[in-house]
């Protein structure tokens, strides 16, 4: 697609239950990244994955997260769970490969709301 | 250990006034250095870039960066704000063998009429 693509724009999940977003990247883009983004914090890094090769998970904050993608295609993250804490926006960015040279494209994020 | 140190986390310029907003960065290898805008309930989009070429950096929006070795820093810079400008910036810093971007805390930046 043209741009990175999230899916829901806004959740609001009762505390204990499971969620799950959903990242679709530019087409072709070898690299795809999740980011947390609390209220009036910083990006928080959360998981990579570049093309094949074993993703980097040292971000994710606990075992109740966890993140899928098949190929170079789409994502999953998934919480589960759900404790208040939780509640941020979770941003799928992704870059036609890992160097440094490269920026990366961000989606609009997911508003996660835990009540 | 790369990081990234926004000083300031609230600005506040009047319109046609300087835009000047802070970064350092710390890295033990040469940095490639980005600059974000943030506007509400929107995603990142990419301001401009520093790749090891020259260092003054012009991006959009007549937004620009000078990236200045000895000082460890990559200040963002915008001669006359508009009101449009008001949003959030993020400076970053590829992290090197990470593969990643380190995101500062972010500066707010509000326009004054």
């Known amino acids: 697609g043209a741009g990175v693509s999230q899916s829901p724009s806004n959740k609001v999940t009762e505390k204990g239950k499971d969620v799950e977003l959903r990242c679709d990247p530019i087409s072709g883009h070898t690299a795809l990244y999740w980011y947390r983004q609390r209220l009036g914090q910083g990006l928080e890094f959360l998981i990579y994955f570049q093309g094949n090769s074993a993703p980097d998970k040292s971000g994710l904050p606990s075992d109740r997260f966890s993140a899928e993608r098949t190929g170079e295609s789409v994502s999953t993250l998934t919480i589960q769970r759900t404790q208040q804490e939780d509640s941020a926006v979770y941003l799928c960015?992704?870059?036609?490969?890992?160097?440094?040279?490269?920026?990366?494209?961000f989606g609009s994020g997911t508003r996660l709301t835990v009540v | 250990a790369q990081s990234v140190t926004q000083l300031g986390s609230h600005v506040s310029v009047s319109e046609g006034a300087l835009v000047l907003l802070r970064c350092n960065y710390s890295s033990s290898v040469p940095p490639y250095l980005f600059w974000y805008v943030q506007y509400p309930n929107q995603g990142l989009q990419l301001l401009l870039k520093y790749t090891s070429a020259a260092t003054l950096v012009k991006g959009i929006n007549g937004f620009e960066a000078e990236f200045k070795k000895s000082e460890t820093s990559f200040h963002l810079t915008k001669p006359s704000a508009h009101m449009s400008d008001a949003a959030e910036y993020f400076c970053a810093l590829y992290g090197g063998a990470t593969n990643k971007l380190i995101f500062g805390t972010g500066t707010l930046l509000a326009v004054q009429p």
């Open positions: 960015a992704s870059s036609l490969i890992a160097t440094q040279g490269y920026g990366y494209t």
